[in-house]
């Protein structure tokens, strides 16, 4: 249930919110009335997801700066998620963003779980052809959009370890090489916490706001922004968020910000940096 509802809203606490009603409606029900309790389960909480996203693409348009999607921590080569992997990278939940409340309800639906057209047409309530159109359109959408996971987790996680090695040695030269020529930065501090409030393209110019934000007074600052009026160690250490290795970086015992990379063809093509205390509070420090 929460697979479903995390894949379809992008939010781990909106997916816990709808599970928990999801739960307290199949408590009221009389089980020997259902002759399916998981197709049960999953149509009540592709229901809940799909309203609650809605709601929350309304809330969305008043988001301070880019949204990103909240990351999860997963377990690395887990056979039980080997079919599911390229739907939790965080690249791919940016590209889900993209489509309509049922469109990515329907591609969730079909791509990640494989259910039968005519199961997903009952759940969104909408006739079989007019499912497979849904279907057809987002396809084509995330196929146009969709980023290419072509490096192997050992690769992507020694590109990381560069990264976090040239961003705390302060080396331009380093981070630059590392990038892509058209190389973006995307920030989500969701007016709680600092982070830049457009997309920064260019390899200089995401490495120099990289190292800029590493200076002492304004790990300061966005200490004061989170309500952290100390300064406490700082630490950075990599974790599996995603299916993927990413960055935390820790102080006081928290989770400040978590760095995350599309890599692709051995160079960054995208860093994605998460400092919402909302989106990340639920993860803990290596």
């Known amino acids: 249930m929460i697979a479903v509802a995390y894949r379809i809203l992008g939010s781990v606490v909106d997916a816990e919110d709808v599970v928990q009603e999801a739960w307290l409606r199949w408590s009221g029900v009389d089980e020997s009335t259902v002759d399916d309790p998981k197709a049960f389960l999953v149509t009540v909480t592709s229901r ?22 909240e990351p999860i921590s ?3 080569d887990a056979a039980e998620q080997a079919e599911l992997a390229d739907s939790v990278e965080m690249a791919m939940l940016v590209v889900l963003e993209t489509l309509s409340p049922l469109e990515r309800a329907v591609f969730v639906l079909r791509e990640a779980f494989d259910l039968p057209f005519a199961e997903i047409a009952e759940i969104i309530g909408r006739a079989e052809p007019a499912t497979r159109q849904l279907a057809r359109r987002a396809r084509e959408h995330v196929r146009d959009k969709r980023p290419r996971f072509d490096v192997d987790r050992d690769e992507r996680k020694r590109i990381t370890e560069r990264f976090m090695g040239a961003s705390t040695g302060g080396d331009l030269d380093a981070l630059i090489e590392l990038f892509s020529d058209q190389v973006t930065m995307v920030s989500d501090g969701g007016g709680k916490a600092r982070a830049a409030l457009r997309v920064i393209t260019g390899a200089e110019n995401v490495g120099r706001y990289l190292l800029s934000i590493n200076t002492p007074e304004n790990i300061a600052k966005f200490m004061v922004s989170i309500g952290m009026t100390d300064l406490p160690g700082m630490s950075l250490s990599l974790a599996t968020l995603n ?10 015992g928290k989770v400040i910000s978590v760095i995350s990379l599309l890599i692709s063809d051995g160079k960054i093509e995208t860093v994605y940096v998460l400092a919402n205390p909302d989106k990340i509070g639920h993860l803990q420090p290596s």
């Open 243 to 252: 299916n993927a290795p990413a960055i935390l970086v820790s102080a006081g």
């Open 48 to 69: 809940l997801a799909i309203d609650r996203l809605r709601w929350a693409r309304s809330r969305r348009e008043s988001y301070v700066g880019p949204w990103l999607p």
């Open 74 to 76: 997963t377990a690395p």
